[in-house]
């Protein structure tokens, strides 16, 4: 068995096979998702899983060199965006490599959706909890 934290075995798998500058998108329950890309659900139901419960298990196995957020994140669901927040500043402290944070519009945010790896859905149903990863490089 895994010991490490990822169990999921679609997640684990896609954070494995990312390259430098891949990007995978976490997003809330209503995240419009592609038919083209991978969607790898995870939502039970309300809440759960938490999007930032993802995010913390996804950044467990990833490297993250850059954030995509959509700008209304911040304006309409300002706790949870300070919290992501932090968490990618505990990840910076903790891995020594910065964190690049860009901001678009929620529109332009879905429509980069489409150039994800993959597309995880969460249970979470805070306006615009979603975010997209791009991968960095260890060295």
Excluded: W
């Excluded at 944070?101 to 994800?116: C, G, M, N, P, W």
């Amino acid at each position: 068995m895994k010991k490490s934290t990822l169990l999921n075995a679609e997640l684990s798998y896609l954070v494995a096979t990312l390259g430098h500058t891949d990007e995978i998108t976490i997003g809330d329950a209503g995240l419009p998702i592609d038919e083209s890309v991978q969607r790898i659900d995870l939502a039970l139901t309300q809440g759960i899983p938490s999007f930032l419960d993802t995010v913390r298990v996804i950044l467990s196995e990833m490297q993250v060199q850059a954030v995509l957020l959509a700008s209304e994140f911040a304006q309409v669901s300002p706790d949870l965006h300070s919290e992501l927040l932090a968490e990618l500043h505990r990840e910076q402290q903790k891995t020594g490599q910065p964190i690049a944070i860009e901001y678009l519009s929620h529109d332009e945010f879905k429509t980069r959706t489409v150039a994800s790896r993959a597309v995880v859905r969460t249970g979470e149903c805070t306006p615009y909890a979603n975010v997209i990863f791009q991968s960095g490089v260890v060295f």
